[in-house]
């Protein structure tokens, strides 16, 4: 139901945009979010994003460097990636919650039910 897309291969002070579509189910009213996970380590939050995209939330790690937003029309999220650096490095995994209508996004993992598969990044030095 969720499809992230957008990895890829970049220099270090690069930029990325990551996509993220959903089908079957709409999820217009649920918060969602972007997350990263690199092997051997556990996934951590990276940006969410509540249904009208009125507010946002981001990791210390990724605050003014990153931009979440969203379309509900076009049912797709998106991650805005820009000074990329090579501790960004990971799988990207996007996620959707199951509240409605929440004005705060949720930032643990465990609160988000749906998942969408990895889209890789790699940030080369």
């Known amino acids: 139901q969720l499809q992230a897309s957008g990895g890829g291969l970049v220099q270090a002070g690069g930029s990325l945009r990551l996509s993220c579509t959903t089908s079957?189910?709409?999820?217009?009213?649920?918060?969602m979010g972007w997350f990263r996970q690199v092997q051997g380590k556990e996934r951590e939050f990276v940006a969410s994003i509540n249904w009208n995209g009125a507010n946002t939330d981001y990791a210390d790690s990724v605050k003014g460097r990153f931009a979440i937003s969203r379309d509900n029309a076009r049912k797709s999220l998106y991650l805005q990636m820009n000074s990329l650096k090579p501790e960004d490095t990971a799988a990207y995994y996007c996620a959707a919650d199951d509240f409605l209508w929440a004005t705060v996004p949720p930032v643990h993992s465990a609160y988000y039910t749906y998942w969408g598969q990895g889209t890789e990044v790699t940030v080369s030095s």
């Open positions: 079957g189910r709409t999820f217009s009213r649920n918060s």
